[in-house]
């Protein structure tokens, strides 16, 4: 038995009365039709040209480095001697001409 049980009728009565005039809570008419409704409904993102902007100046920086660190490579490497012909000695103890 719990604690509420185990009280006297007479302590219990101004509980009972506090509860008489209670109802079951009932939902509007309608309001399931209403929430499917609201949940079908599309709905339009608008993203701010701020966030725009940010995004395609973050995209020319980036495209700006590869364009830079390709340039680079490619301007290096007809100057530089390749790594195998630095490891193993010049080219021209194999028979080879570059």
């Known amino acids: 038995m719990n604690n509420f049980e185990q009280q006297p009728a007479d302590e219990l009565q101004p509980y009972l009365q506090s509860i008489k005039g209670m109802q079951r809570a009932k939902a509007p008419e309608g309001i399931f039709g209403r929430v499917m409704g609201e949940m079908n409904r599309p709905v339009a993102r608008i993203v701010p040209i701020s966030r725009l902007s940010l995004v395609a100046a973050c995209l020319v920086v980036l495209i700006g480095l590869n364009v830079a660190v390709l340039a680079s490579k490619f301007s290096n490497t007809s100057d530089s001697i390749s790594p195998a012909v630095e490891y193993y000695g010049t080219s021209a ?5 570059y």
């Open 93 to 97: 103890e194999y028979g080879y001409s």
